[in-house]
């Protein structure tokens, strides 16, 4: 008898994982940027991309610091007709199909902040995701099984990437929190003992005070 196949769910050969490794790396993702930066109290920061015409683009932001943690965001087109606005938002998402070929700009603004700087994130990506497959969408035919693994594990991946993405996001919103209520308390329990040791301090006068003997002034015998 000659060699026996391999035998339904047995672990992948080393030359099947080498070929799931090549076609993930192959994958490619829509191009865009992703950004953390400060956002200074009664001011705008404005951002551009070149889109062409027909193409997906997405905007998600989140304000990860600073006050009410909200922030005013819009999107113009090239034509300067804005396509997007929100007020005193969190975080939100914005997807849309560019009707005009040009330069994007997407601006986030804290001019109705006098005091209070914020942190922000925003991810901006552009066009539709690519097949990680060629001709995946003109394909018939079934996956087979090795096309399929691929598939999978590459949704899997995505999944993954996005929980890191949120897991780090709120991470540093509950560190920044954590340090915020740290100097806070700092500074009241430093007032608090600066308050205790002048109550203490008069309270220590009040009591010597009660219990100092006044001696009367020794008088003056006249002639």
Known sequence: ???????????????????LLLLLLRAERPRGAELTFELPDSAKQCFHEDVERGAKFSLDYQVITGGHYDVDCYVEDPLGKTIYRETKKQY???????EVKGVYQFCFSNEFSTFSHKT???????????????????????????E??????????KTVIDSQTHYRLREAQDRARAEELNSRVSYWSVGETVALFLVSFSQVLLLKSFFTEKRPAPRVAHS
């Open 1 to 19: 008898m000659g060699p026996a196949g391999a035998r339904p769910g047995s672990p992948p050969s080393p030359p099947l994982l080498l070929l």
């Open 148 to 157: 399929s693994a691929c598939v999978t594990i590459h949704e899997a991946l």
């Open 92 to 98: 939100d998402s914005f997807t849309h199909r560019a």
């Open 120 to 146: 922000v994130y925003f991810d901006f990506q552009v066009g539709d995701e690519p097949p990680i497959l060629p001709d995946m969408g003109n394909r018939v035919t079934a996956l087979t099984q090795m």
